[in-house]
């Protein structure tokens, strides 16, 4: 996975224009935008690369705005990638020619982005990349826009396509299922969007879980899809209150909780989601004592698919690092939900606790 030591510095015709790719690409680092013909000042510190998205090349006017806005990335040798729609040959050459280091075209995958800026700023030249690490990067990356995708649905009340959650569903099972679930997670931990990444780090824990328990194929990708959209309805909480780097007050908490509610009347008024997404979504934060929330359920008004939900969530939530609480490691996660047996149930986290202590210890060894 791409990693930036700093920044990618995102420059495009419109901040507007810039904002779907720039989505994309904080999936891998942090991103700063820039419209071409701003007066905005360039940025404070220098970025690792500088990226320009869909910028019309055959407008003349356009090249000597490039020229402009790329002259001082030139000076300090900043690698300096074109991503233009379409890129003929002589767009390739006229990109060239104003000093980028490489051309792609605007719809090339997230995973190709990130090799080509991984190869452009050489960073991990020392970094030994196998092909089950590329692999895994790969799915990371294609899984990770297809949240992004369904996620930005969510929020602005547009389809929330089974289609699209069906091909993640797949492409998440298959990769766990030829690369440890541990691999997965190291992936996903250099995730830079901390949203996207809960999603996609519960998501392979699911699945890593729900296979491990023998279900069928069916049963492993009904349980994934849910996993994957758990937590949509984060997706119409203020993003103010989804990111404060700190803990939240009481009325915020309140509207956190509005998630699981909010996520499940989404998807049921689509009336094309499997009733484990419903479920899961509504109820993943729900205690088998009653302690939980939306609803307050107790014990056996939970399934057990919302019950396997609910570890692989809370044990997400230990082993991610956020900005005012430290990650854990897996073993120390589990030991903090040993004592959780009245609210979680006590023979899944046995079975789940084997399975990703082991890891743990595996990848300490
Ligand atoms: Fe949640
Ligand atoms: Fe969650």
């Given amino acids: 996975m791409y990693v930036a030591k700093r920044s990618l510095l995102l420059i495009g015709e419109t901040e507007l224009q810039c904002r779907p790719m720039a989505r994309n690409l904080r999936l891998l680092c942090p991103v700063e935008t820039r419209a071409l013909r701003t007066s905005a000042s360039l940025p404070a510190v220098v970025p690792d690369a500088v990226i320009v998205s869909g910028v019309a090349f055959t407008q003349s006017g356009s090249l000597g705005d490039v020229q402009k806005a790329l002259r001082p990335f030139l000076d300090s040798n900043v690698p300096i990638l074109c991503l233009l729609d379409n890129p003929s040959a002589r767009d390739d050459v006229q990109a060239r020619a104003l000093g980028a280091s490489a051309v792609l075209a605007a719809d090339t995958p997230l995973r190709r982005v990130a090799d080509v800026l991984h190869t452009l700023t050489r960073r991990g030249g020392g970094l030994r990349r196998t092909e ?154 729900e205690y088998l004592d009653g302690s939980g929330y939306p609803l307050g359920l107790k014990g056996d008004q939970i399934g057990d698919e919302v019950r396997i939900a609910t570890i692989c969530d809370v044990f997400t939530a230990l082993i991610e690092k956020r900005s005012y609480k430290p990650s854990l490691t897996a073993l120390q996660a589990a030991e903090l939900m040993a004592p959780m047996r009245g609210k979680l149930d006590p023979d899944l986290l046995r079975l789940f606790s084997r399975l990703f202590v082991a890891e743990d210890a595996a990848v300490d060894a």
């Avoid at 895994?136 to 389809?159: F, N, P, Y």
């Avoid at 780097?245 to 509610?261: F, I, K, N, V, Y």
């Fill in 132 to 285: 089950r690490t590329v692999a895994v990067e790969a799915a990371v990356a294609d899984v990770g826009v297809a949240i992004a995708d369904l996620m930005a649905s969510a929020a602005s009340k547009q389809t929330i396509g089974v289609g699209m959650t069906a091909e993640a569903s797949r492409l998440l099972l298959d990769t766990i299922r030829d690369n440890d679930v541990g691999r997965w997670m190291e992936t996903v931990s250099e995730v830079h969007d901390q949203s996207y990444r809960h999603c996609l780090l519960m998501a392979g824990i699911m699945a890593a879980f729900v296979v491990s328990l023998g279900f069928k194929p069916d049963d492993c990708d009904r349980l994934t899809r849910a996993a994957i959209l758990h937590d949509v309805g984060k997706a119409l909480v203020p993003t103010e209150i989804l990111n404060k780097p700190g803990p939240l007050t009481d009325a915020e908490m309140d509207q956190m909780r509005q998630h699981p509610s909010a996520g499940y009347e989404l998807l049921l008024a689509q009336g094309d989601h499997h009733r484990t997404t419903l479920r899961v979504a509504r109820h993943h934060h």
